[in-house]
Nanobody, 115 residues
Framework: QGVLVESGGDLVQPEGSLKLSCAAT????????IGWYRQVPGKQRELVARITSTGLTTYADSAKGRFTISRDSAKNTVYLHMSSLKPEDTAVYYC?????????WGQGTQVTVSS
């Protein structure tokens, strides 16, 4: 099992909702900035949202008002709640943890928004 393990990707209809989870090892979770990124074939990986160890959040413009990132310290898990999903949200979503001198990526989870 890796440092970061994502889950929750699925096929969902437009305007639907989905929750992604990123489980991290405890030591990494406590000190890292943890973010969700996404990538479609032929394009660069892009930031969706990130959250610091103190709970400060940052969102891409495309995610503002629709997505919410949160962290559960008891479960060492970061969540990405996505609502009002659009076909253009279709991508592989990756969890990222970074801190002084390190960076880890998860294996990715596929989100497909289609009717």
């Amino acid at each position: 099992q890796g440092v970061l393990v994502e889950s929750g990707g699925d096929l969902v209809q437009p305007e639907g909702s989905l929750k992604l989870s990123c489980a991290a090892t405890g030591s990494i979770f406590r000190i890292s900035v943890i973010g969700w990124y996404r990538q479609v074939p032929g394009k660069q990986r892009e930031l969706v949202a990130r959250i610091t160890s103190t709970g400060l959040t940052t969102y891409a413009d495309s995610a503002k008002g629709r997505f919410t990132i949160s962290r559960d310290s008891a479960k060492n898990t970061v969540y990405l709640h996505m609502s009002s999903l659009k076909p253009e949200d279709t991508a592989v979503y990756y969890c990222n943890a970074e801190g002084p001198g390190y960076e880890f990526w998860g294996q990715g989870t596929q989100v497909t928004v289609s009717s």
